[in-house]
């Protein structure tokens, strides 16, 4: 599937606001199910510098320096990109059992290994939490194969957590989502990241979007219109496969991917600091258009 | 008196017992009475800069610089210095690797938890540098094993980590011991100094025209920051907090107040997290976009952050393999014996040996001295460990090596030995990337020395320096040919950057011209407080009354707003008590703080005759007179003396000292302003609430030195509208409003010119001056008078009208000199 994506974001200040830095992370991967054909980032006022680097995680990471007093900013990424199908659905009963990933991991020193050593423990925004652990235990009873652990608190998260727009805005403490039962994307992902790392299974945040007009005849998904979150679990041999817990699915097809790290804080995509006082107003509106239907 | 040395064995013995150095210690030394050594530990010791500097009044001295030198010889230099110049090259490829390829880990050399468990791995900064080094520069621990063999324990890398001790000690032998000195040939330090001078100066690009080298340091004033100030000094670099950087065009930038100036390289001291505020700690109060400018090549950061690593101990167990892995070569210089708590046979010999070990938390970064902690307290410690034992790791601490210490009593016996302590050094290199040659590591022939009578509370490792109080040695490498560059000289040779006027930061100017406002603010308050000691002492109720007038201007100029009419003589006690109270924020100590503060942070404009007023001037906060008995006035009139005569020597000093003009004139801004400010509100609190009587009018004569000038010209009558002639018009009298606003104006017309083809000229500085000085011109002081001498409200409004144009003139300045922006500097994340 090919698609049109652009994903805008704008801040108003009440006051006059100049030497804005910001990180973005905007730019889609290439990945083997997923091609950027076009991509383009413009922000306006015009910026004093936008110099690009590719972050510890493949990402591409964009430093963009505003100078002048503004009032407004706003930066748009747009991309045409192509996706295909992952089938990983067919692939889960083949994951590895838990006890082989641990002895992998414990053994193995492969790039690949050491990726996912990486995501193994707490991160700045993902403490391993007694209650987390909780949640995910009696799943372990059932489950020893990893990938369909993962499949277990993802359906486990969606039945039992409610999608709440108004609860976070965006992210909120694994804690109170516990506590709570609540949140949105991003603190759903963060959460099964939490409960799976704390049972030795390495998990990582993806950051991404939606396609925002469901195909005919199926219902439009979750968080379709503003960024996207989910999490990636790891299996010695098939290697990351991705869970949507906010829609109980796997990504595929309809999920675009724009970069992945330990937690959100690796990948925001954008954030930043600047000199000035008052207060901001924040719009952020993304599109995820199939192209054949723009037509 | 005399002096040993505990030798490792017998062959060591020997060698120290043939080295002529030794022989000539050993003999200088007996010759030497108990109070000649006592003597000279003195003025070695008050050749340290900070001495007497304290920051609280429990805090000092921080640091005592040991008569006895710690010598090292030839052999040992040199088994020393080829052991460090690989330890530094092997622990710069291993930051390359774990910042990126990663082959340690991928060949299972390191285990990966113990880079990713670790705090100090910041994953920001992997592949940061490119082919530049990761480590141009390195402080290493050492102290001797068991085997007497010399071993690294510890790393530095955030700097400068005692090198400005090093050189301060040695320039304070050099003027302290002589015939010591001279009888001993050792190596120079100069030439170390001068390499790290270029390094800074050349940068990434080897041209240093125009561009600026800094020291990175915190807004704390410790010990930490003198060493910066003196290192800035003797480097000729800037000391710049991150406040003064701004990131443009690719590069940092130094905000000074002629404009930007490019930065070019910075010895960091800011600890490696917080140095950019928006790719790390965003509450950080470094630069954003330091990193940016690091990776795009135009900063040379003496260290990058991400370099803390080392520092965490976390490589120490994997030395050995690395070296082989990546050097191919074994390695020279013994590392200590360290263990990682995530190996099982590791874990296990550390629990067998707990008393032998330190261990550290990854994690968190805490450390803990296993030998000094009880049974229950060792036993939760490794319930804790095992909770996730990869984060731990246990360092041995070593046996070290005792040096004699010089600390006998006066009435020790002649012949009494030294006493003995343990010691550790830390030693500085220098790692360059030649074009030519390759790799190049540079040893300092010398260290700090640190000793202690607790070997192992010394092993503590301490990246944010020496905030403990320590005992320290000058380390002397003995050399047959010993260079005859002496520091001194080198010291006048050094290719100067020079520090232009352009080039004072704009945070600087602000200390400085708040520092003359306080002096002066300070001055006026103890000026008047002795007039109205005075006042308070005579019999006549009615001057008592007149007394009460200057307490009350004194209560009312640190800004108490309280505009109340004059307090009543009964009250005098209690406004009196209020002045002197430590704890009063508006009182005379306050004040005192406030200057203090303001000279402390740019300490490193001072000249040192200027440091050492300012310390005493410190030392009269300490001793201030305690208000809980009854005060004495003469010791309050004893302590209000010593204090103008301290402040009024500053202000001596300065304009003889300070030849940086710009520098030099925003103090002069302040305290003229302050000046013409206060003398305006003294004149108020003295003319417009009642008649003054002729005490009153005398003291304010006498406490504005115009007593004699006013008598020689108007003989022995007291005539209000001739005072204020004289202290308010009159511009040829020193103290005068008058004085004041003329100077005000003559140093606004030299204010830098902010950037081409903004505002207008004159600036709004020097309309504002002008336009004070036009007020005072057309002022017939009898006009202000009624034909009883009675002040009208005429000068009440004027007086009132100054005052505010006077505020105006420090916003404005503030405005545009120290704000750089017409925006407020406030960072905000978002």
Redesign the interface.
Same mark, same amino acid.
Request: glycine share 6%; charged share 15%.
């Given at each position: 599937m090919k698609y049109q994506l652009s994903h805008c974001t704008e801040?108003r200040y009440t006051h006059?606001?100049? *030497?804005s830095?910001?990180?973005a992370w905007l730019t889609p991967r290439n990945l083997p199910y997923q091609q950027v054909e076009q991509f383009d980032l413009s922000v306006s006022p015009a910026p004093?510098?936008l110099?690009q680097?590719?972050?510890?995680?493949g990402n591409i990471q964009h430093?963009i320096?505003l100078?002048p007093?503004h009032q407004q900013l706003s930066v748009t990424a747009r991309s045409v990109v192509q996706v295909q199908a992952r089938h990983n659905v067919l692939k889960i009963r083949d994951g590895a059992d838990i006890s082989e990933l641990t002895h992998y991991l414990a053994t193995d020193?492969?790039?690949a290994a050491?990726a996912a050593?990486?995501c193994? *423990?707490a991160s700045r925004m993902i403490p391993l939490q007694p209650e987390a652990k909780a949640l995910i235990l009696p799943l372990l009873q059932a489950e020893k194969n990893v990938l369909q652990l993962a499949q277990a608190l993802n359906q486990l998260i969606f039945k039992e957590f409610q999608y709440d727009p108004e609860f976070s805005t965006v992210i909120t403490p694994i804690s109170e989502v516990l506590q709570h039962k609540r949140g949105v994307c991003q603190d759903f992902a963060q959460l099964a990241i939490s409960c799976l790392r704390s049972v030795g299974v390495p998990a990582r945040y993806i950051s991404g979007y939606l396609q925002t007009r469901p195909p005919e005849g199926q219902p439009r998904l979750v968080g379709a219109d503003a960024s996207h979150a989910w999490f990636a679990v790891f299996d010695p041999s098939l290697g990351w496969i991705d869970f949507d817990p906010t829609n109980n699915v796997l990504a595929d097809e309809q999920h675009l991917t724009l970069a992945w790290g330990?937690d959100y804080a690796?990948v925001v995509p954008l954030?930043?600091?600047?000199?000035?006082?008052g207060e901001?107003q924040?719009r952020v509106a993304v599109d995820v258009i199939p192209c054949n239907r723009t037509k | 008196m005399s002096v040993s040395v505990t030798p490792h064995n017998l062959a060591e013995q020997q060698h120290w017992q043939q080295l002529k150095p030794w022989q000539h210690l050993q003999h200088w030394w007996q010759q030497q009475s108990p109070a000649r050594l006592q003597q000279l530990q003195d003025e070695l010791q008050h050749q340290l800069r900070e001495n007497g500097t304290a920051f609280s009044p429990g805090q000092q001295p921080q640091r005592q610089l040991d008569l006895m030198p710690w010598l090292i010889s030839e052999p040992q230099w040199l088994q020393l210095e080829s052991g460090l110049s690989q330890r530094h090259q092997l622990l710069n490829a291993i930051l390359h690797d774990l910042y990126g390829p990663?082959q340690l880990?991928?060949?299972?050399i390191i285990p990966?938890?113990v880079i990713?468990?670790n705090k100090d791995y910041l994953?920001?900064c992997?592949?940061l540098t490119g082919k530049q080094p990761w480590l141009p520069m390195l402080a290493t621990d050492i102290g001797r094993n068991s085997a007497g063999n010399f071993c690294a324990w510890g790393d530095n890398s955030r700097l400068p980590a005692g090198l400005g001790y090093v050189l301060e000690h040695r320039l304070a032998f050099n003027n302290t011991t002589g015939e010591l000195n001279a009888g001993i040939k050792k190596s120079q330090l100069a030439g170390f100094f001068r390499r790290l001078q270029q390094l800074l100066q050349q940068g990434y690009h080897g041209d240093n025209r125009q561009k600026t080298a800094g020291i990175l340091t915190h807004h704390k004033r410790d010990a930490a920051y003198f060493e910066h100030a003196f290192l800035a000094n003797y480097l000729d670099i800037a000391l710049v907090h991150g406040a003064d950087l701004?990131?443009?065009?690719?590069q940092l930038w130094l905000k000074t107040l002629s404009g930007l100036q490019p930065l070019q390289s910075l010895l960091r001291y800011l600890p490696d997290s917080s140095c950019d505020?928006?790719?790390l700690d965003?509450a950080g109060s470094g630069s954003?976009?330091l990193l940016?400018s690091i990776?795009?090549q135009q900063l040379l950061c003496v260290n990058p952050p991400g370099t803390a690593l080392l520092d965490s101990g976390a490589l120490l167990p994997f030395l050995a393999p690395c070296c082989e892995f990546l050097l191919q070569q074994p390695l020279l210089l013994p590392t200590v014996a360290a263990l990682w708590c995530g190996d099982k046979q590791d874990l296990a010999q550390l629990q067998a040996n707990q008393q032998q070990y330190c261990l550290q938390h990854l994690l968190s970064g805490k450390q803990w001295l296993l030998p000094q902690l009880n049974v229950a307290e060792r036993a939760a410690l490794w319930q804790q460990l095992l909770l996730q034992p990869a984060a731990y790791i246990a360092r041995q601490l070593l046996p070290l090596s005792t040096l004699p210490v010089n600390s006998l009593a006066d009435s020790s016996p002649a012949d009494a030995q030294l006493p003995q302590q343990t010691g550790v050094l830390r030693l500085f290199s220098l790692l360059e990337n030649q074009a030519e040659t390759g790799i190049e590591v540079h040893v300092m022939p010398g260290a700090l020395g640190r000793v202690s009578a607790n070997g192992n509370a010394l092993q503590l490792t301490d990246s944010a320096g020496f905030n403990q109080a320590f005992k320290a040695k000058d380390v002397w490498v003995l050399a047959d040919k010993a260079h005859a560059v002496s520091l001194l000289q080198s010291a006048k040779q050094q290719v100067t950057l020079s520090r232009h006027s352009g080039l004072l930061p704009s945070r600087v100017a602000d200390h400085l011209f708040w520092l003359g406002r306080y002096n002066e603010r300070l001055n006026l308050i103890c000026r008047a407080l002795r007039a109205a000691l005075t006042l308070l002492s005579s019999s006549e109720p009615a001057t008592q009354q007149d007394a009460a007038c200057l307490l009350h201007f004194c209560l009312q100029a640190n800004g108490s707003g309280d505009s109340a009419a004059p307090a009543k003589i009964t009250a005098a006690q209690v406004t009196l008590e209020s002045l002197f109270n430590t704890a009063n924020p508006h009182g005379v100590a306050a004040v005192l703080q406030n200057l203090l503060f303001n000279a402390q942070s740019v300490r490193e404009y001072f000249s040192e005759d200027t440091w050492y007023v300012l310390d005493k001037l410190q030392t009269a906060v300490y001793q201030w007179p305690a208000l809980s008995a009854q005060p004495q006035m003469a010791t309050l009139q004893r302590t209000l003396d010593e204090v103008v005569l301290l402040q009024t020597a500053i202000y001596g000093l300065n304009n003889e000292t300070m030849s940086r003009t710009q520098t030099l004139r925003f103090m002069d801004l302040g305290q003229h302003l302050e000046r013409a400010l206060q003398t305006c509100s003294l004149l108020q609190a003295v003319f417009t609430h009642r008649p003054p009587g002729d005490a009153l009018l005398e003291a304010l004569l006498r406490l504005a030195d115009t007593l004699l000038t006013y008598r020689r010209r108007y003989q022995a009558e007291l005539y209000a509208p001739a005072i204020i002639d004289l202290l308010l018009l009159d511009d040829s009298t020193p103290r005068s409003v008058g004085y004041q606003c003329a100077s005000l104006l003559r140093q606004t017309e030299k204010l830098p010119a902010l950037q081409a083809g903004v505002g207008l000229k004159p600036g709004r500085e020097q309309r504002l001056a002008m336009e004070l000085v036009a007020l005072l011109h057309q002022l017939d002081p009898q006009q202000l008078f009624d034909s009883q001498q009675h002040a009208k409200p005429d000068l009440s409004l004027l007086l009132h009208q100054l005052q505010q144009l006077l505020r105006q003139l420090s916003d404005s300045i503030t405005q545009s000199y120290f704000n750089h922006?017409d925006?407020?500097?406030?960072?905000?994340?978002?």
């Open positions: 801040y006059m606001v100049a *030497n830095y910001n990180l004093s510098e110099q680097h590719i972050d510890s995680f430093f320096h100078q007093p020193s492969s790039s050491l050593r990486l193994l *423990n330990r690796d954030k930043g600091v600047l000199q000035g006082s901001h924040l | 990663q880990l991928q060949h299972a990966p938890e990713f468990l994953l920001p992997v592949n701004m990131f443009k065009d690719g505020s928006l790719e965003a954003a976009g940016q990776r795009q922006a925006l407020s500097s406030q960072w905000q994340s978002f």
